[in-house]
């Protein structure tokens, strides 16, 4: 059995299929990293060895660097792609289900906020725990697109 791994964008515009082993996912600390996502470090997949296709609209690119092309929705902005000479890697966070690609290596160090090492040390709280001080948050309507891959998108509303 061949793996598959799809995701996209938050708002749908873009989307893409995997197919093959998933290997090298990563987190990046580097400065450029931290620029491309608006934080703390990267989490990317190397698609090495598999087979990458975009199955929903084109990406936009920002070159950030003689080597390396950023690539991003041009509708909602959402960080897709790190892409360099050595291949194409994905943003984690932009695949359906994250939690599949855990990563194995860290990158980029010298860039690392010290912080980041002791954030499992902060105090956790649900969403709905967060309502005593911000009670919209119980009437969130979400308008991502959904965590698999649709026909369409948007959905006919009626």
């Not at 920002?62 to 291949?87: I, W």
């Not at 984690?92 to 939690?99: R, T």
Request: glycine content about 10%; overall charge negative; hydrophobic content about 35%.
């Amino acid at each position: 059995m061949t793996d598959s791994h799809s995701g996209g964008c938050q708002c749908g515009a873009v989307r893409f299929r995997v197919t093959g082993a998933l290997r090298d996912s990563s987190i990046c600390h580097c400065r450029m990293c931290q620029k491309a996502f608006g934080a703390y470090y990267a989490p990317l997949v190397s698609t090495r060895g598999a087979e990458l296709e975009w199955t929903r609209g084109e990406r936009k690119t920002f070159r950030s660097s003689n080597f390396a092309l950023r690539g991003f929705c041009g509708d909602c902005g959402t960080p897709l792609t790190y892409e360099a000479p050595d291949g194409i890697a994905i943003a984690a966070g932009a695949f359906d289900d994250p939690s599949l690609l855990p990563p194995v290596v860290q990158f980029g160090t010298e860039g690392k906020i010290g912080f980041v090492d002791r954030l499992h040390l902060l105090p956790c709280h649900t969403t709905e725990e967060d309502a005593v001080e911000a009670p919209f948050v119980l009437e969130v309507v979400s308008y991502q697109h959904p965590d698999r891959d649709t026909d369409r998108w948007p959905q006919d509303e009626t």
